[in-house]
């Protein structure tokens, strides 16, 4: 099966979608995340780098359920502000704590 490359917008959103990750584990190990969600912590350390930018839609519920974040929270965070009206693309609305 061949993989259709990734735009530069969804190679973005993987990068946003890490770094909400890692403010999300806070002071948590990524290993005690990663077991508390079921994954490696390899699978773990490349969502949060940006290096796995399309992680399946079970591995994203299981790291919402490990933090404590609600799947609702997530996907707010990873949308396009243009409706908006912000012009970065992207936004960082959730988890701002």
Known sequence: MVRTPLSPWERR?????????????????MVEVAAAAGISAETLRKIETGRAPTPSFFTVAALATALGVSLDELSVACVPETASGAEDGVGERALSA
């Open 13 to 29: 959103r993987g990068e946003l979608f890490g770094a909400l990750l890692r403010r999300a584990r806070g002071n948590r190990s």
